[in-house]
C-alpha cells in the first residue's frame, strides 16, 4: 500500500468516525446496521469503529450500536419536563387512550406523558385507575365513569407523586389488566430506568400488580439511562413511542417480542 492511499484510508476513517460522533451528539443513540447502510460499509467496520471510539471514551457500546456518554438522565422538575416534546406526547397519549377496554382496572404511573394520557382519557364505561401521580388523580377524579385510587404516602416534589411503603402496599394487594408507565431512560441492555430509587421501588410493584406492561415513551429516552434501573427490557409487552424513532430501534424491540405502536 502507497503512502497516497494510507493517508486516504486514515482520511476515511476520521470521517467515519467523525460522522458517528455527530449523529451521537443529535440522537443519543445509532446503530450498527444504520450506520453500516448509510456509510456504505460492512457492520464489522462499523463495529471496530465503535470499539475504537469507546476506547478514547467517547462513547459506550451497547446491544446493536452505542450510546452517547452523556446518557445518565438526571432528575428534573414535572414543571419543566411537560414542557418538552408536547406533540409527541399528545400523539402517543391518543393512541394509548384506545388501548383501554370496558371494566377495565389499570394502574397509571407518574411522569408527563402519563398526564398527557390521563387528559386524553375519554371512556363511555367503568373504568377503575390506580395512580401514584396526584396529577394524574385531579385530571381524572371529575369523570362520572371513572373510579379513581389514589395511593398514599410521601409526595416527592419532583413529580408530585406518591412515593414510600404504604403506596407499595397497596399494590401488593391489587391485580390489575394494564401498567402505563413511562421511563426516563430505556437502553436494551440496562432496561427500563428512572431517575429516583423511590421511583424506581414504586415502579417495580407496580410491574408485579399488572399483566399487561404498556410504555408510554418519546423517541428521545431511546439509548438514555437514569440513576435506577425499573427492569429489564424482557418485562414490557407494548411500547407507544413517536415517529423520529429509529426504524432499527423498532426492529430491535420487536424481535424481543414487544409491540411497538409508532405515532
Given amino acids: 500500500m502507497t503512502d497516497e492511499s494510507k493517508k486516504e484510508m486514515m482520511k476515511n ?3 467515519r468516525h467523525q460522522f458517528i460522533l455527530e449523529r451521537l451528539k ?3 443513540w445509532v446503530g450498527v446496521e444504520e450506520i453500516s447502510r448509510e456509510l456504505n460499509v460492512s457492520e464489522v467496520t462499523v463495529r471496530k469503529d465503535l470499539k475504537y471510539l469507546e476506547s478514547k471514551k467517547y462513547l459506550f457500546r451497547n446491544h446493536g450500536g452505542a450510546s452517547d456518554l452523556n446518557t445518565i438522565i438526571t432528575d428534573k422538575h414535572i414543571d419543566i419536563k411537560e414542557k418538552q416534546h408536547r406533540e409527541e406526547k399528545e400523539r402517543i397519549a ?6 383501554l377496554n370496558p371494566d377495565d382496572k389499570v394502574i397509571i404511573a ?3 406523558t402519563l398526564l398527557a394520557f390521563a387528559n386524553e382519557i375519554r371512556v363511555q364505561d367503568s373504568l377503575t385507575v390506580i395512580t401514584s401521580s396526584v396529577k394524574v388523580s385531579l385530571a381524572l377524579c371529575y369523570d362520572p365513569h371513572i373510579e379513581v385510587i389514589q395511593l398514599g404516602g410521601n409526595i416527592r416534589k419532583n413529580s408530585v407523586s406518591v412515593i414510600g411503603h404504604y403506596a407499595t402496599n397497596i399494590l401488593e394487594s391489587v391485580s390489575c389488566n394494564k401498567l402505563f408507565i413511562g421511563v426516563d431512560g430505556l437502553d436494551f441492555d440496562y432496561g427500563l430506568t428512572t431517575s429516583t430509587l423511590d421511583e424506581a421501588l414504586i415502579n417495580q410493584q407496580m410491574i408485579d400488580a399488572a399483566q399487561e406492561i404498556i410504555v408510554l415513551t418519546d423517541s428521545s429516552k431511546f439509548g438514555k439511562r437514569g440513576f435506577c434501573k425499573i427492569c429489564g427490557i424482557n418485562k414490557v409487552h407494548r411500547i407507544i413511542t413517536d415517529k423520529n424513532v429509529s426504524k432499527h430501534i423498532v426492529d430491535m424491540l420487536s424481535e424481543q417480542g414487544i409491540i411497538v405502536t409508532v405515532v
Fill in 13 to 15: 476513517i476520521a470521517q
Fill in 26 to 28: 443529535e440522537k443519543g
Fill in 110 to 112: 407518574s411522569g408527563t
Fill in 94 to 99: 391518543k393512541e394509548a387512550n384506545k388501548l
